[in-house]
Nanobody, 119 residues
Framework: QVQLVESGGGLVQPGGSLRLSCAAS????????MSWYRRAPGKERESVAA????????NYADSVKGRFTISRNNAQNTVYLQMNSLQPEDTAVYYC????????????WGQGTQVTVSS
């Protein structure tokens, strides 16, 4: 099993910044594709950003391109989501996700952390 623990969520004003962290409890962290998802009220869970095992490739949802940055530190078993220029539309519960590269049956979810953007 892989346990994922998110931190860094909270309340921020429009235009502000927030940095989410996700710590993974696994010796094989460098073999997991890591990603962030979010679910806003009344909407389905959507992919926000993903990063490859070696951090050589990233992708983002169109709604966050240019504002969010995903990164990882394999030595610390941690993935980050730097969120800048936050808008009320970014309000959601954010989830960390891990998928073992090349193995479809191994994937894990964090418990989620609330991000609220409001003045």
């Amino acid at each position: 099993q892989v346990q994922l623990v998110e931190s860094g969520g909270g309340l921020v004003q429009p235009g502000g910044s927030l940095r989410l962290s996700c710590a993974a409890s696994t010796f094989m962290f460098s073999r997991y594709v890591m990603s962030w998802y979010r679910r806003a009220p009344g909407k389905e869970r959507e992919s926000v950003a993903a990063i490859s095992t070696t951090a050589g490739s990233t992708n983002y949802a169109d709604s966050v391109k240019g504002r969010f940055t995903i990164s990882r530190n394999n030595a610390q078993n941690t993935v980050y989501l730097q969120m800048n220029s936050l808008q009320p539309e970014d309000t959601a519960v954010y989830y960390c996700h891990a998928k073992l590269f090349g193995v479809d049956t191994f994937d894990y979810w964090g418990q989620g952390t609330q991000v609220t953007v409001s003045s």
